[in-house]
Structures are given as structure tokens and as C-alpha cells.
């Protein structure tokens, strides 16, 4: 009997504390914060995540006075976040790197994409290399569809995200524009707090456990 009641309060107060903290992006209650703007990028922090992005900045103006204008942006923050292939100055694809403020490793559970440009005629694929530690995950990317047309959408979630797991940088390419509109993140180093009703329940079921020991003792 003692071992059981035992069994119980184990499963009531340590199951809360075995769960990550999920944090599910994008919603006009989160805030993003300008954290660097460079040159072909933009970082922004916003619930403990940073995202940079790549910007294709056009800049005006005679010498001395060059200014950047950037190029119009279609998903602006809180609807999600975009990046931009680069064709002034170092030339290069859409990109977003996902990281945590604190460099914690995390995981990515579900991502929801947008082309902002059509891809179907030659066909194309995020790719997303995980990195630990500056170190690339996997030797290849990781690939997952993104042919079709402006404005379409593709969603993935597990088992196909199983492998975004564990990693503290996440770097998504495309060779067009693209924007995220959903991501479901999870920082595993950070249980979710036990409520306060579970640690009433186990501190009856531990003076619970002590009453039946004296029972058994007196018997």
C-alpha cells in the first residue's frame, strides 16, 4: 500500500515538472524588439527567441549620403516574420535564423511557411541546418517541400520536424522570399512550473502515506 501511494504522489507532482515550456509564435500580444540591423539583415528578440533575417536593403542617395530604403515587406511582425533574398551586396538566398536569448537548446515542433514568390516551375525545398555549439547538425541540410506559387503555404509538424530537436541555432534558406507565419518552439531546459493545486494534493498524499505507516506500525 505504501508503495503505491508512493507511486501516485510520483506521477502527480514530477509529470508537470518533466514537461518543456512551449512558446508558439505569431500573435499581436508578442512583442519584437530591434536587437541589430545590418547591412542584409535585421535581428529582432521577442519571448526569449531571437530571429534574424535577411533584408535586401536598397539604398539611395549621392556619396556620402547613402541611405538604406529596404525593399517592401509583405508579413510584417506580429503576422510573422520575413526574409528576403539579397541582391545588393553579398548576393544570397532568403534566410532565418532561429536562437534562443540565452543559448539554451531548444527544439522546433511545427513551422507554418509562405512563398513570396512562385517556385513551381523549377521546383524548391527549405533547407534547414540545425547547428550545436557553432557546429553543423547533419552533413546536408534538411529538406522539406516549398514548390508552389505567391501566398502558398506549407505546414510541417512531427514526426517530419522530429530531427529539429536539441540544437540552439536553427538556419532556414530558400532561394526566393519566403516569411514564417507559425513556429511552435520548445525549450526543453525549462519545465513547466508545478501548480499549486499539485502541491496540495501531494502534501495530502505524503500526510496520507505517514498515517497509513502508523496504522501499519500500531497494527
Same mark, same amino acid.
Given at each position: 500500500?505504501?508503495?503505491?501511494? &508512493?507511486?501516485?504522489?510520483? @506521477?502527480?507532482?514530477?509529470?508537470?515538472?518533466? *514537461?518543456?515550456?512551449?512558446?508558439?509564435?505569431?500573435?499581436?500580444?508578442?512583442?519584437? +524588439? *530591434?536587437?541589430?540591423? =545590418?547591412? +542584409? /539583415?535585421?535581428? @529582432?528578440? $521577442? *519571448?526569449?527567441?531571437?530571429?534574424?533575417?535577411?533584408?535586401?536593403?536598397?539604398?539611395?542617395?549621392?556619396?556620402?549620403?547613402?541611405?538604406?530604403? =529596404?525593399?517592401?515587406?509583405?508579413?510584417?511582425?506580429?503576422?510573422?516574420?520575413?526574409?528576403?533574398? @539579397?541582391?545588393?551586396?553579398?548576393?544570397?538566398?532568403?534566410?532565418?535564423?532561429?536562437?534562443?536569448?540565452?543559448?539554451?537548446?531548444?527544439?522546433?515542433?511545427?513551422?507554418?511557411?509562405?512563398?513570396?514568390?512562385?517556385?513551381? !516551375?523549377?521546383? !524548391?525545398? %527549405?533547407?534547414?541546418?540545425?547547428?550545436?555549439? =557553432?557546429?553543423?547538425?547533419?552533413?546536408?541540410?534538411?529538406?522539406?517541400?516549398? +514548390?508552389?506559387?505567391? *501566398?502558398?503555404? %506549407?505546414? /510541417?509538424?512531427?514526426?517530419?520536424?522530429?530531427?529539429? $530537436?536539441?540544437?540552439?541555432?536553427?538556419?532556414?534558406?530558400? &532561394?526566393?522570399?519566403?516569411?514564417?507565419?507559425?513556429?511552435?518552439?520548445?525549450?526543453?531546459?525549462?519545465?513547466?512550473?508545478?501548480?499549486? !493545486?499539485?502541491?496540495?494534493?501531494?502534501?495530502?498524499?505524503?500526510?496520507?502515506?505517514?498515517?497509513? !505507516?502508523?496504522?501499519?506500525? +500500531? @497494527?
Amino acid at each position: 500500500m505504501k508503495s503505491k501511494i &508512493f507511486f501516485m504522489l510520483s @506521477v502527480v507532482v514530477f509529470s508537470g515538472a518533466a *514537461n518543456a515550456a512551449t512558446t508558439t509564435f505569431f500573435d499581436s500580444s508578442q512583442v519584437a +524588439t *530591434n536587437v541589430a540591423l =545590418g547591412a +542584409t /539583415y535585421d535581428t @529582432v528578440s $521577442s *519571448n526569449g527567441y531571437l530571429f534574424t533575417y535577411t533584408r535586401d536593403k536598397l539604398f539611395t542617395g549621392g556619396v556620402g549620403m547613402i541611405t538604406p530604403i =529596404g525593399r517592401p515587406v509583405a508579413v510584417a511582425w506580429p503576422n510573422g516574420v520575413e526574409a528576403q533574398a @539579397v541582391t545588393v551586396g553579398p548576393i544570397g538566398p532568403a534566410q532565418i535564423t532561429i536562437k534562443r536569448v540565452d543559448g539554451n537548446v531548444f527544439d522546433i515542433a511545427a513551422f507554418t511557411a509562405k512563398l513570396l514568390a512562385n517556385t513551381a !516551375a523549377t521546383g !524548391a525545398s %527549405f533547407e534547414v541546418m540545425p547547428l550545436l555549439n =557553432g557546429n553543423d547538425g547533419f552533413a546536408n541540410p534538411l529538406a522539406f517541400d516549398a +514548390t508552389g506559387y505567391y *501566398n502558398n503555404t %506549407f505546414s /510541417y509538424n512531427m514526426p517530419s520536424t522530429a530531427l529539429l $530537436s536539441g540544437f540552439d541555432t536553427y538556419t532556414f534558406n530558400l &532561394f526566393t522570399d519566403f516569411a514564417f507565419t507559425g513556429l511552435t518552439l520548445v525549450d526543453a531546459s525549462s519545465p513547466v512550473p508545478i501548480p499549486t !493545486a499539485f502541491w496540495l494534493l501531494g502534501s495530502g498524499l505524503v500526510g496520507l502515506v505517514g498515517v497509513v !505507516a502508523r496504522i501499519r506500525k +500500531t @497494527v
